[in-house]
Nanobody, 123 residues
Framework: QVLLVESGGGLVQAGGSLRLSCAAS????????MAWFRQAPGKEREFIARIRWSDGSNTYYSNSVKGRFTISRDIAKNTVYLQMNSLKPEDTAVYYCAAGSILGFLPQSYDLWGQGTQVTVSS
């Protein structure tokens, strides 16, 4: 069984930075696409970024984070990262990593999820 475990969340002031990590453990990890989503209280789960696992290509970002967040992966460590800069209070949410087979934007496109990590940005 493959598990995804996020880490790196926390409390940060507006304008600050955080780097989230998502480590895959278990059987040999092989997924076509890795993505980050977030969910704020009372809101639907929102797509943030995605990356093709095999070669790090096809990165794509939502308009809300483009230019501030960067997704990357390290195959040797079975880990995907989300570098978050210039954080805003509206970035406050639980952040989830997900794995899937297609380059999708919807949660339904991904079949493996982590437990989430809380990011809180104070003003």
């Amino acid at each position: 069984q493959v598990l995804l475990v996020e880490s790196g969340g926390g409390l940060v002031q507006a304008g600050g930075s955080l780097r989230l990590s998502c480590a895959a453990s278990g059987r040999t990890f092989s997924r076509g696409v890795m993505a980050w989503f977030r969910q704020a209280p009372g809101k639907e789960r929102e797509f943030i970024a995605r990356i093709r696992w095999s070669d790090g290509s096809n990165t794509y970002y939502s308009n809300s984070v483009k230019g501030r967040f960067t997704i990357s992966r390290d195959i040797a460590k079975n880990t995907v990262y989300l570098q978050m800069n210039s954080l805003k209070p509206e970035d406050t949410a639980v952040y989830y990593c997900a794995a899937g087979s297609i380059l999708g934007f919807l949660p339904q496109s991904y079949d493996l999820w982590g437990q989430g990590t809380q990011v809180t940005v104070s003003s």
